[in-house]
């Protein structure tokens, strides 16, 4: 009988781990389906969000040329990003963990850029889609990706 109730056990404990993977719970992830803010190097995740304001950008090993007059930012909310970028406003859906940054293609007004500030968009919103991994270093968000790196100063 003993047998037979840790065969059941063990069946229903299975079916139950099925349901809550199966209903996007995952063992790193609350059930909730928000990311979890952490550091990777030991800061407390209330630093990561925020405002943020791109102080340098590199994409695909070119400078991303920024104009002062019309800043690129850069705001993280638990599972959102949204800012401006030098013409557009945009907004995503994230995915954070302790050292992982993704977005989804994000939303974007469409306004008619001249050409500086289009570029500058372009140059951004194709970099920001590639980055994989974020650190706080020194009060500066550095956001990579294969051959790109965004470095952000807290507005």
């Known amino acids: 009988m003993n047998a037979l ?33 952490s550091s990777p190097t030991g800061q407390p995740a ?23 007059a019309f800043p690129v930012s850069l705001t993280i909310a638990p599972r959102r990003v949204s800012g401006q970028s030098a013409c557009n406003n945009y907004q995503a859906d994230a995915s954070i963990d302790a050292v992982n940054f993704g977005i989804a293609l994000p939303a974007m007004s469409a306004m008619g850029c001249d050409p500086p500030r289009g570029a500058i968009d372009d140059a951004y919103i194709g970099a920001l889609l590639t980055v994989e991994t974020w ?15 965004l470095q952000y100063a807290p507005e």
């Open 5 to 37: 109730r840790r065969v059941v056990g063990l069946g229903l404990g299975s079916l139950l781990a099925f349901a809550a993977v199966a209903c996007g719970a995952s063992p790193t992830q609350p059930s909730t389906g928000a990311p979890v803010f």
């Open 46 to 68: 209330d630093e990561l969000l925020g405002d943020w304001r791109l102080a340098a950008g590199q994409n695909q090993g070119t400078q991303i040329q920024l104009l002062a």
């Open 135 to 149: 650190q706080l270093n020194g009060g500066q968000l550095f956001l990579r990706g294969p051959n790109v790196v």
